[in-house]
């Protein structure tokens, strides 16, 4: 039985000399303690899904360069000297002892170092990088119409139909919006959003803010697929109000007891919910409709992502506007037919589950594609480079940077592109065993 620090305290003693009101806090504090619920690691591993958490460790390998290239971006000539690079680490994801250069030499497709006159060592990118970053400018600016079209969604979703633009920053990467959206993306669609000043003197950030609200786009993507509607669905005197679609489901390969639990699943994916997009307020907190129309929302927000998947504090942050549940993280756990909840790493990520075949994501939007293609460019090719220098060269031998930064030490990755997969299928273990099921029955009893 796990003992409480506060059990120390409360001897004779000390509990004669608590008034009723102390006593009463202490007693509080004795019962949260007790009731303190479990780790979502250890909540959730006997559920793992082995191809989505390599999925997890290809993005958290390429993430790091992603984050390198738009520091360069940043750079008048877009070039960095490499001791500047050292208060960027934490942006990078790269802590000590690992050094800077090391990192860099990983991926000499990808950047290059060299030395000045002074001996000043310089990074910057190689010509194939230069291309790389041109092609994904590209990219964004030809699909910046749809971008505009889901952050408008987004908007007619929140409860004040305005959503504040550090939130939204947040998303940037997963929606595909610019590097420097706030400057001068967020003016480029006047018909559908404005930037505003906040309301109170003591918020001082900015929000984005609904200019018009358009029906058509009031149609949840799960409508799309299910009724097979149209993308340029004209439908203005459309009125989002309650649904009664089922969300497609996808367990685990070791989920070996669905028949004994198909009725109750059936039941909760009949009963209705309301639209993401209707008014919700008066919905109660805790109610069952108020939690399916969270699960609603979370699928309508994943469905807008490049990668159909999310860092998960990035979904709690919008709690209030969205009017979902304080405990976010226990309804996706609950419902891991729907969302897949990762853990490895420092931070969680939740998948939606019906939008992957194994590790890769059945409809790839070429931004992800071109992510695939930088990482092709990562790790080794034949001998150490050596770096070009008007003197001597630079000792760049070192760890491998790349590996697994989890709490979870048994995924170890090299990165040889070419052995990337492998590496993972053998390193990663799988948990055979049955599943636990009583969490998942209680998800779907009324």
């Known amino acids: 039985m796990r003992k409480s620090p506060l059990n120390s305290l409360c001897t004779k003693p000390f509990i004669k000399n ?42 958290k390998i390429i993430s790091k360069i992603l984050n390198l290239l738009e520091i360069l971006k940043k ?24 050094k800077i250069s090391d990192f860099l030499h990983k991926s000499p497709k990808l950047f290059e170092l060299y030395k000045d006159q002074r001996g000043v060592v310089w990074c910057g990118m190689t010509e194939k990088a230069e291309e790389l970053v041109k092609e994904e400018e590209e990219i ?43 400057k ?46 149209k993308e340029e669905l004209d439908a203005n005197d459309h009125v989002p109000g ?34 993401p997009y209707a008014d919700a307020q008066g919905l109660k907190a805790g109610s069952r409709e108020f939690d399916k129309r969270a699960v609603a929302v979370m699928h309508e927000l994943l469905s807008f992502t490049l990668e159909k998947r999310l860092v998960t504090d990035h979904l709690t942050h919008f709690r209030k506007e969205f009017v979902m549940p304080q405990k976010l993280m226990r309804l996706l756990l609950k419902h891991f037919g729907i969302f897949y909840v990762s853990e490895r790493g420092k931070r969680l990520s939740v998948f939606l589950n019906e939008a992957y075949k194994g590790s890769e994501l059945i409809e790839k939007h070429p931004l992800v594609v071109w992510k695939e293609k930088v990482l092709s460019h990562i790790g080794y090719r034949g001998k150490t480079k050596k770096i070009g220098t008007f003197d001597n060269g630079l000792d760049m031998e070192g760890k491998d ?23 993972l299928e053998s390193n990663l273990p799988l948990d055979d065993s049955e599943m636990e099921m009583d969490e998942v029955c209680r998800a779907y009893k009324d």
């Open 18 to 59: 608590l008034t009723n009101d102390h006593y009463t806090l202490l007693l509080h504090a004795q019962i949260r303690f007790m009731t303190t619920s479990k780790r979502v690691q250890d909540r959730s591993k006997n559920k793992r899904i082995h191809d989505l958490e390599i999925a997890i460790e290809k993005h």
């Open 75 to 98: 750079e008048p000539e877009q070039i960095i000297p490499l001791r500047n690079l050292d208060q960027y680490r934490k942006q990078i994801n790269l802590p000590k002892p690992h």
């Open 140 to 182: 964004i600016e030809r699909h910046g119409d749809k971008v505009a079209e889901y952050v408008t969604r987004m908007l007619m979703m929140a409860v004040d139909k305005r959503l504040p633009l550090d939130k939204i920053a947040h998303f940037r990467r997963d929606l595909g919006l610019p590097m420097d959206f706030r």
């Open 184 to 229: 001068q993306w967020v003016y480029k669609y006047p018909e559908n959003f404005r930037v505003v000043q906040p309301f109170k003197p003591y918020d001082e950030g900015e929000y984005l803010e609904l200019v018009s609200w358009k029906s058509s786009w009031a149609t949840t993507e799960l409508e799309k697929k299910v009724l097979g509607l």
């Open 242 to 275: 309650l649904l009664a679609l089922a969300f497609p489901l996808k367990f685990p390969s070791n989920f070996k007891k669905l028949y004994r639990y198909g009725g109750q699943i059936e039941h909760f994916q009949k009963r209705e919910y309301l639209s």
């Open 401 to 423: 940077l790349f590996e697994s930064d989890s709490e979870d030490e048994s995924v170890q990755l090299e990165l040889k592109q070419a052995d990337t997969l492998s590496c």
